[in-house]
């Protein structure tokens, strides 16, 4: 399944087989695809993803800063957009139809799970280059591609259709498609064609593999509300 997103990312994946697979199939995405996710659970990981966006719109705005093309720039902005104007606002309408007020979802207090993922990731675009970025944020992106594609097809429940239809549609699937070209170009241009036999892959690949943990921690998170 990890095909169409691009080389670098099958390679990473790849090499974090473990981690990929305990987020891609945690029990809370189980849940999701047969409709037993509890609505508590569920209505407390949005509005935690809630502030979850709010800092990963702030690391892709770093993306736009460390970017060394214009097209690299271009998708970064059109990222920080997207988030700030689309998926957030998802968020608080579905929120807002299960009564959490705006003011409230705004009023989140952050979960540690929550703040260790994110700042880790913002971490990654302070001290790193344009890679070391793409590399923790590709996880968060590239996954929710690869969940919402699976459960379109295997889901046994209507209950949580919605939500995986916006990582399943045609749109993010198409954006994803994107992420993992911007990835492959960006590794190549910095560092050539055989990028994946020199010493910094590892690192990124070690980058991609701590944010695929953190991506386990959240939905362990997500859990307990
Ligand atoms: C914990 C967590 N991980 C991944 C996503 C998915 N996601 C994060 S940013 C983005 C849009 C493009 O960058 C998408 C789909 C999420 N919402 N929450």
Redesign the pocket.
Known sequence: MSSGYGKAFALMREAGQGPWRDYTRHAFVEGLKDGTLPRAAFLHYLRQ?YV??TH?SRA?ALAVVKAQTHEEMQVASA?VN??MHE?MMLHVGVCADAGISREKLFATPERPENLA?TRFVLEAGYSGDYLTLLAA?VP??I??AEIGARLAQEATSETYRPWIDT?AGDQ?QS?CRDIGALLDSALIRRLGENYDTLPIWSDLCKTFETATML?VN?WQMGLTP
Request: glycine content about 10%; some cysteine.
């Open positions: 993803d979850f966006l990963f892709w990222t997207g988030l998926e993922y944020l968060c992106v996954g929710y990582y993010y954006y991506e959240f």
